[in-house]
């Protein structure tokens, strides 16, 4: 089982440490072994596709994209990529994440299996319709 931190936030990772937090995503993804930057700038990439209006930002020290409230997180772990989706995003794809481990609001995929960018990219759209949905109904309340 990896660390509860993400990798080269200095606690357990057993990679870079860092004193302070990245400063964009572009430093976070430097921190990495090559074969993992590429599959946290294609993770990045999909949901730049998948939510082209969401801003890119550092949140909890992992790089987050944000489209009226937070949309995702995603952070690099030793044995893992971890994709925090909210729990609404866990529950509208539990039945494709059921092969995953993970906990209310997030999910393990392991770095020695495929990445699952295709249910990521679905993710993402679902999480962005949401927030888009959420933020309506509050201006209209206004």
Do not use: C, W
């Amino acid at each position: 089982m990896g660390s509860k931190y993400p990798a080269g936030s200095g606690k357990g990772s057993g990679m870079k440490t860092e004193q302070t937090a990245p400063k964009d995503i572009d430093e976070y993804i430097a921190g990495f072994p090559h074969d993992v930057q590429g599959i946290l700038e294609k993770i990045r990439a999909t949901t730049r596709k998948a939510a082209p209006d969401a801003e890119e930002a550092i949140s909890y020290r992992m790089p987050t994209f944000i489209l009226k409230g937070n949309l995702v997180h995603f952070a690099a772990f030793k044995q893992h990529i971890g994709f925090y989706p909210t729990p609404t995003g866990i529950e509208k794809f539990q039945d494709e994440l059921s092969v995953y481990e993970g906990a209310r609001g997030s999910v393990r995929f392991p770095l020695e299996k495929p990445i699952p960018f295709g249910l990521i990219s679905k993710i993402v759209k679902f999480r962005a319709k949401e927030n888009l949905e959420r933020a309506e109904a509050r201006r209209k309340k206004e």
